[in-house]
C-alpha cells in the first residue's frame, strides 16, 4: 500500500488564482512530518514547505501554505496568486518515526502543474 | 555553497556494463539516500546511510550497490547495467532525521 497518495496526475490553473495539490498519507506512527517539493522542467528538487505531525499550525512559506488535517491524514498544497514560474512536478513526501520508517522520506508520484496566463 | 553534488551527470552504458555514480556533500550531514525516478512512479529509494560506513536498502535495491567509506561520499554501483536500471537517479543528504533532505542535480542514465 502506499504512503503517500497524490491522486492528481495533472492539474491547470490560471496565472494569478489559487490552486491545491492534493495529498493524503498512510502511517501508524504519532510523530512523523510532511514535506512538498518542487520539480521544474530543469530537473532539480527544491524543497517547499514542512509540516510535523504535532504542528498545531499549518506551514507557511510566502505563497506556500500546506492545509494539514490529521484526522483525514491529508496534507494539501495551496499556492496562492499562481505564476507561471509555478508550472512544475510537485512531489509530496512523508518520514515517519522511528517505529513505522526509520524517518526515511517516502514520496508520492507527482502531480504536474500547469499554469496559464 | 555546492550543497550535494552528483557526477556524472548523464551516461549511456551497454547493457552488462558497470559505474559509479557518486554523491558527495559539503554540509557535513550524517543521512544520506540514492533515489531513482521513473516517470509516473515518483521516486523510489534504492540505498540510503545513516552514517559513515553505514548502508542500508531501501525499496528497490537490486542490481545495486552502495558504499560510504567517508562521510562527506555516497557512491551508488551498478555492476551489470540492464535497460530497466534507465532512470534519473538522484542522491539526496539531510542533517538530522527529521530535517528536510537536500538534493543533488540528478544523474540521467541510459543503458541500451
Known amino acids: 500500500a502506499q504512503k503517500i497518495t497524490q491522486t492528481q496526475p495533472g492539474m491547470f490553473v490560471q496565472e494569478k488564482e489559487a490552486v491545491t495539490l492534493d495529498c493524503t498519507y498512510d502511517?501508524?506512527?504519532?510523530?512523523?512530518?510532511l514535506f512538498w517539493y518542487k520539480q521544474p522542467s530543469s530537473g532539480e528538487m527544491i524543497f517547499l514547505i514542512y509540516q510535523g505531525s504535532y504542528d498545531e499550525q499549518n506551514a507557511t512559506e510566502g505563497r506556500y501554505s500546506l492545509n494539514f488535517q490529521k484526522a483525514r491524514k491529508s496534507a494539501n498544497l495551496v499556492i496562492s496568486a499562481s505564476q507561471l514560474g509555478d508550472s512544475a512536478m510537485y512531489f509530496c513526501a512523508m518520514r515517519e518515526g522511528p517505529s513505522g520508517g526509520s524517518y526515511i522520506p517516502t514520496f508520492g508520484r507527482g502531480t504536474s502543474l500547469i499554469v496559464h496566463p | 555553497n555546492a550543497g550535494v553534488t552528483q557526477t556524472p551527470k548523464f551516461r549511456v552504458l551497454k547493457t552488462g556494463q558497470s559505474m559509479t555514480l557518486l554523491c558527495a556533500q559539503d554540509m557535513n550531514h550524517e543521512y544520506m539516500y540514492w533515489y531513482r525516478q521513473d516517470p509516473g512512479m515518483g521516486l523510489r529509494l534504492i540505498h540510503y546511510?545513516?552514517?559513515?560506513?553505514?548502508?542500508a536498502k531501501g525499496e528497490v535495491p537490486d542490481g545495486y550497490n552502495v558504499s560510504r567509506l567517508k562521510k562527506q561520499n555516497f557512491l551508488l554501483g551498478l555492476e551489470s547495467a540492464a535497460p530497466s536500471q534507465t532512470s534519473v537517479y538522484f542522491c539526496?543528504?539531510?542533517?538530522?532525521?527529521?530535517?528536510?533532505?537536500?538534493f543533488g542535480q540528478g544523474t540521467r542514465l541510459t543503458v541500451v
Open positions: 546511510s545513516v552514517g559513515e560506513g553505514t548502508t
Open positions: 539526496a543528504s539531510r542533517g538530522g532525521p527529521i530535517t528536510e533532505a537536500f
Open positions: 502511517t501508524s506512527d504519532q510523530s512523523y512530518g
